[in-house]
């Protein structure tokens, strides 16, 4: 059969791979579209399988709040470089899941895997379809839902590096925006000195308390600068203690209680962190590239 350049398009249209790869899985096919399209489905889950352990520490928050602004959703979708991570299949692509997890609420983002997207295919087999477009391992790294509380749900997005999810009681959409500008900007990792976690106290306790005791001073003296330094920790780690980024002179805490506000959780996600960047000689993954990856 000969293969058409109308044959061509078609496939690229149902698959969004490159013309050569269409034009070779055609005539691999006898110019069977049916067959071709499943020869390159199975083709783009062995690429998808083959990239899976390649570092992917770039990507896009994503965020969804319902009309009522009750519940919101935010995500990590991770890939290799920035320059996909930009691209519209991978904006889009994350974007959409952020919807789903709003609206479908599931348990954990192992769970994100099986949902279909609008398409009708899953999030998980449009992922590996987009790992052989694009050419590049993509993860669905994390994701979270914060109901309100009563209250209303605040998102701020950074770019598409850092995303924020706040859950506000009282005050008004302006204050709420206003909170979640504060937890991008300033990185807490608590609401308040109660939601620390004990380890990471004891971890700071021992350091205070090591480079107390070479100033020689007594036990007593040791465990009340200690504690003082302790104090200090908490407020700098804490929502509720930081002082506020728009004015200083006040914490986070005073801002809310002049407002008559309060703030019950937050998320606050950023691209990559925690995971350990791999560092590659360029001339080598360029080489890397070029040889298939």
Same mark, same amino acid.
């Given at each position: ?5 109308? %044959? ?41 399988? &083959? ?15 319902? *009309? ?12 290799? +470089? *920035? ?15 952020? &919807? %789903? ?45 914060? *109901? ?68 020689? &001073? ?8 200690? $504690? ?17 980024? &728009? ?14 506000? +309060?703030? $019950? ?29």
């Amino acid at each position: 059969m000969q293969i058409t350049a109308a %044959l061509v398009k078609e496939l690229r249209e149902r698959t969004g791979s490159g013309m050569m790869e269409c034009k070779k899985a055609l005539s691999e096919t006898g110019g069977d579209i049916e067959a071709a399209v499943e020869l390159m489905r199975k083709a783009g889950l062995a690429k998808a399988d &083959k990239k899976a352990g390649r570092v992917a520490a770039e990507g896009m928050i994503a965020a969804a709040i319902n *009309d009522d602004g009750s519940r919101g959703a935010i995500i990590e979708v991770n890939c290799e +470089t *920035d320059f996909v991570a930009k691209g519209e299949d991978f904006s889009s692509f994350s974007s959409e899941i952020a &919807k %789903l997890v709003l609206d479908k609420q599931p348990a954990d983002v192992a769970a994100v895997a099986d949902l279909p997207l609008a398409s009708g295919v899953s999030v998980e087999e449009t992922r590996r379809n987009l790992i052989a477009k694009l050419g590049e391992n993509i993860a669905v790294r994390r994701s979270a839902i914060l *109901d309100s509380a009563g209250g209303r749900i605040a998102a701020y997005l950074h770019g598409n590096r850092i995303g924020v999810l706040v859950a506000v009681q009282g005050g008004d959409e302006s204050l709420a925006k206003d909170i979640a500008m504060h937890v991008a900007a300033s990185k807490p990792v608590a609401l308040g000195a109660d939601d620390v976690s004990p380890d990471l106290i004891a971890k700071e306790k021992e350091i205070y308390r090591a480079q107390a005791a070479e100033s020689g &001073k007594p036990a007593d003296i040791v465990e009340k600068m200690v $504690s003082g330094r302790v104090n200090k920790f908490l407020k700098e780690v804490t929502l509720l203690g930081q002082p506020f980024v &728009k004015n200083p002179d006040i914490s986070v805490e005073q801002l809310l209680k002049d407002n008559g506000a +309060t703030v $019950s959780a937050f998320v606050r996600f950023e691209v990559g962190e925690g995971i350990e960047k791999k560092s590659e000689n360029f001339a080598e993954e360029v080489m890397a590239q070029v040889r298939g990856g």
